[in-house]
Nanobody
């Protein structure tokens, strides 16, 4: 059973950058597809970015394409989300997720393990 712990959130001005980290323990990261989701205040948790375990390919939700980059270091059991040119709409609680049998990467139910989240607040 994997344990995921996010860090790196905070308060940043619009246009700024943050790098989120997700420390994974209790298992082998390399066998898992990993993703970042976010939950804006009062809304549901939604997909942001995914890194596939086998191909290493990344996919992103349209609003963050070209601004966010997901990466992983299997040797260190770490997952990252580099966020640049942040916008007010990027504000939310960001979650790291992992799963061995992910089929539809935008669906929360495809991920078996979740972190507790780290808050990102973008101010004007």
């Amino acid at each position: 059973q994997l344990r995921l712990v996010e860090s790196g959130g905070g308060l940043v001005q619009a246009g700024g950058s943050l790098r989120l980290s997700c420390a994974v323990s209790g298992g082998t990261l390399s066998r898992n597809t990993v993703a970042w989701f976010r939950r804006p205040s009062g809304q549901e948790r939604v997909f942001v970015a995914v890194s596939w375990w086998n191909s290493g390919r990344a996919d992103y939700v349209e609003p963050v394409k070209g601004r966010f980059t997901i990466s992983r270091d299997n040797a260190k059991n770490m997952v990252y989300l580099q966020m640049n040119s942040l916008k007010l709409a990027d504000t939310g609680l960001y979650f790291c997720a992992a799963g061995e049998h992910v089929v539809d990467y935008v669906l929360r139910r495809d991920y078996e393990w979740w972190g507790q989240g780290t808050q990102v607040t973008v101010s004007s």
